[in-house]
């Protein structure tokens, strides 16, 4: 459970942070000397001076009679992040998704157990490379609550988008490994292979982030503690999910 509550606080704070990092316009202020400094004013002495955080946390004071001009303007694209009419053509990409899915958990065919109704529920990031207007890659890990049952996924994420647009419909696949636990049970040893298929959409909130949307088939190996002929043994037992997820794209 202590690893479960360590891995939410991780992901929430991987995701909130770029959702308020990323501002869209900083505050720009051009020297007469012909140099300027972009960041953020925090303090402002009409006449006087004023306070310019700058680098993320830098502060520096700037006398107004070295002041030629203070302006807004956009943020520059990272060095490392490229763009063609708004559409990311390559870079790092960051995918975080909140998923909900209903399906049957397979009994042990020795026991001839009818299959049950389940639900997961998931919370994932991926983290990886947009590698051109269609293709992105990425590993994706996260947190998956059943009834009774918990996993930590970690998997490839493949997805590609069928448009260059940022409106755009997508197809995705992924593959991995999920270790699991099972009621009570303190040791990861009762998850399994897992993979996904599915179609979606992107559709633009803003100048740099998106929502996805998306539906799918997911599956899920698990293992249980069970006996069979006196002996106590790990089963293994198949889940087949319908799955939806929503997320936002940075």
């Known amino acids: 459970m202590r690893i479960s509550i360590f891995l939410i606080t991780f992901l929430l704070t991987g995701f909130t942070q770029p959702i308020f990092s990323q501002e869209l316009q900083e505050d720009v202020v051009y020297m007469n000397n012909g140099s300027f400094l972009r960041g953020k004013i925090v303090e402002m002495h009409p006449g006087e001076s004023l306070r310019l955080v700058y680098g993320g946390k830098d502060t520096i004071s700037i006398s107004m ?17 490229k763009f063609e009419n708004g559409v990311k053509t390559w870079g790092y990409t960051c995918i975080f998704e909140l998923g909900y899915g209903q399906g049957l958990l397979e009994g042990f065919e020795w026991k001839k157990d009818t299959a049950e109704s389940q639900y997961a529920i998931t919370l994932s990031v991926s983290n990886g490379i947009t590698l051109s207007p269609y293709i992105y890659l990425g590993i994706g890990t996260g947190f998956e609550l059943w009834r009774l049952k918990k996993f930590i996924p970690i998997y490839l994420d493949f997805r590609s988008n069928l448009f260059k647009s940022a409106n755009t419909p997508f197809l995705y696949v992924n593959a991995g490994y999920s270790p699991g636990w099972d009621g009570a049970e303190k040791r990861p040893d009762f998850g399994g292979a897992m993979a996904g298929i599915g179609a979606g959409a992107k559709i633009r909130l803003s100048k740099k982030q998106l929502i996805t949307l998306s539906l799918g088939y997911r599956f899920q190996e698990t293992r249980e503690k069970v006996v069979h002929n006196m002996v106590e043994t790990k089963g293994v037992r198949d889940a087949h999910f319908v799955n939806f997820r929503m997320g936002f794209i940075f």
């Open 65 to 81: 009679s070295d002041v030629k001009l203070i302006r807004k303007e956009d943020v520059p694209e990272m060095p490392n992040v």
